[in-house]
């Protein structure tokens, strides 16, 4: 999956600089980081409040789905779609606290879940079902009840929303050629040269 160099690509679209104007101040503020997607989406403060109220739900601890396996999906999805920059910031940010070794990252990356890595059925059933959607835009009857039965009837449907959201993040980042964030990993950290 090709990876933008910050030295070789610019962004397409310039992310906003300091000094903000206060609507624009606020929208940041919002977001959290001013990491570049934020800041990009800032440029109209009324697009960065809508991508707010998404991200308020699924990023925080009211989404069905654990941590763990919000993280699963969102590190999956991103790899999927080849979206570099936005894996390596949450890579960078969650990983550990989603309790994700080096191992299972690697095979986030060049793995699946069939990997000795993944033990519990529950990781394995969030993992088939995000490679289900990647590749078909479904779920076979087998694969729904796979995801329904480890995580849960609520946690599935958080989990087919939230895959298709960071599709859409994903086509962001790639399309804006955003650089990755200072001290993100990049693919090429994980990709094991065995496998």
Known sequence: MPRFSKHTVAPRVAPVEPPHDPETAAALEALGPPIALFRVLARRPERAHGVHG??????????????????????????????????GVHIAVFAGKAGLGDEQIRSLVAGGPDDGCWTDPADRA??????????????????????????????????????????AISFAARALRLRPEPGTPAFADYRDSSR
Request: glycine share 6%.
């Open 54 to 87: 998404w991200g308020r739900y699924y990023l925080s601890r009211r989404t069905a789905l654990s941590l763990r396996h919000r993280e699963l999906v969102i590190d999956r999805t991103t790899v999927r779609c080849g979206a570099e920059y936005e894996w």
């Open 126 to 167: 969030v993992l088939r079902a995000v490679d289900a959607l990647c590749t078909a835009n479904d779920l076979s009857d087998d694969e729904w009840r796979e995801l329904a039965g480890a995580v849960g009837d609520e946690a599935a449907v958080d989990l087919l929303l939230l895959c298709g959201w960071y599709h």
